[in-house]
């Protein structure tokens, strides 16, 4: 079982490629959100972010030196049409030869079609909540799938669709900035339409990736149980019930019904969600121990549906990020995925910890607590296999330091740091680490 066990890193385009005007690509949301004073830390922003796109040679090179047998990437739809109707064969020909590189070297690239970079004028035309966009992004996958699926058999159509919706719609805190509740709610759909859509286009092992959390009341008072199911349905039960089920829970709509009667829900919708998958990765980084609120503080935006409950401090230690570290929220989550959905491969395509590392005068990086993180996450995937979870493989999150979104370069998940002044490369403790891990094998 452990043999064949997928050990792998993830990046995403606008977070590691840099080249943001390169060989024909056109701006994204994140390109326009980032230049928006106030939105990103110190103004930052993902023109060169780690030049992987210059220096993907190198950084594969890395990753075989590591013994990685996967890599996880997105690709980014503006480099691929980078205008309404416009194919860009320099932003496809980039990937060919990055996958060209993976495989010399015996590494399984895992490309993921949508992570976050949105073709600005899509969202001039109405982004997610225009149902239109949908369409575009199925046109975008058969492009891509047309372009590399001699030479790819893994695809991930979207990457955590709630950041997108409720991230980019609801709260504004991600491009493309807009805080319109109920137009997230369409975004939702139409993210997931999408997916539906383009399954159908691509070949191979096909699978959608979300971001879920084992949620848990607070106390056992019917008051935080019900806050608890309120955030367990907007964070998964949203996402995975109508890809796995071919259904929204009721519960849910009616949670939302004051920002939508769901008229953009057509006939068909559902069943176009829900076409079979043979994979579905899973994100996760931190549990979420839930009460139901006092009046949430002013000046914060709570996520919709979620108006009335709030995060109670479990008492266990935090990244930098502040997020809670939970290996048994993993091993709870992936059990629950097993007993509640129908039987489906499953991956841990992102897991992985922010932390303030820095090159020692020896120029080694000792992350002692991300090799703790990944140790605990990796010994609860191997206790999840242990337990009958058809678990198959597993993805630390990340393989470089990188522009973390509205973090800019605040936050490091790399398990290989990056100086963003000099873009050298330098593995951490924790590289080293995960490297004679997947040697060893999970079990
Ligand atoms: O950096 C992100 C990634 O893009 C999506 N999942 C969570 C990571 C850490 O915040």
Redesign the pocket.
């Known amino acids: 079982m452990s043999s064949s066990f997928l050990w792998g890193a993830a990046t995403?385009s606008y977070?590691i490629e840099g080249a943001f005007a390169d060989d024909g690509r056109g701006p994204s949301i994140w390109d326009t959100f980032s230049r928006t004073p106030g939105k990103v830390r110190d103004g930052e922003n993902g023109d060169v972010a780690c030049d992987h796109y210059h220096r993907y040679l190198d950084d594969v090179r890395l990753m075989a030196g590591l013994g990685l047998r996967a890599y996880r990437f997105s690709v980014a739809w503006p480099r691929i049409v980078p205008e309404r109707g416009v194919v860009n064969q320099a932003g496809l020909d980039f990937y060919r030869r990055l996958v060209d590189a993976l495989l010399e070297r015996g590494i399984t690239p895992w490309p993921t079609l949508y992570?976050?970079d949105l073709p600005q004028y899509l969202e001039d035309a109405g982004g997610w909540p225009n149902r239109d966009t949908a369409y575009r992004f199925a046109e975008y996958a058969d492009i891509v799938h047309t372009a590399l699926s001699d030479r790819v058999e893994n695809w991930t159509t979207l990457?955590?669709p709630w950041?997108s919706a409720l991230l980019g719609y609801a709260n504004g805190e991600h491009a493309p900035g807009r805080a319109e509740p109920e137009q997230a709610v369409k975004a939702v759909h139409h993210l997931l339409l999408g997916h539906g859509l383009a399954v159908p286009l691509l070949s191979g092992n096909i699978g959608i990736t979300l971001?879920m959390s084992h949620v848990t009341p607070a106390t056992t008072s019917p008051a935080d149980v019900d806050a608890a199911r309120r955030i367990d349905g907007i964070q998964n039960r949203l996402f995975i019930d109508p890809v796995l089920l071919g259904a929204y829970p009721e519960d849910v709509l009616a949670d939302l019904s004051h920002l939508s009667d769901f008229s953009h829900v057509k006939d068909g919708d559902l069943a176009t969600i829900s076409r079979k998958l043979d994979m579905l990765g899973i994100?996760y980084?931190s549990p979420a121990l839930v009460a139901a609120a006092d009046p949430v503080p002013s000046g914060t935006t709570p996520w919709i549906g979620a108006e009335s409950a709030h995060w109670v401090d479990g008492g266990r230690p935090r990244t930098g990020?502040g997020w809670e570290i939970d290996e048994n929220g993993l091993l709870d989550l992936l059990q629950r995925v097993v007993k509640d959905y129908p039987a489906i491969d499953l991956y841990i395509t992102?897991n992985?910890a922010?932390f303030a590392d820095s090159v020692s005068s020896g120029g080694a990086v000792h992350d002692p607590e991300r090799i703790d993180y990944l140790e605990r996450h990796i010994s609860a995937c191997a206790e999840a296999v242990n337990r009958g979870v058809p678990l198959k493989g597993y993805f630390a999150?990340?393989l470089l330091d990188?522009f973390?979104?509205a973090h800019g370069y605040g936050?490091r998940?790399g398990i290989v740091h990056v100086d963003f002044g000099t873009q050298k490369r330098t593995p951490k403790d924790s590289a080293l680490w995960y490297a004679a891990r997947i040697r060893k094998g999970l079990l």
């Open positions: 995403s977070q992570h976050w990457n955590e950041c971001n994100n980084y990020m992102e992985g922010a999150w990340s990188n973390e979104w936050q998940f």
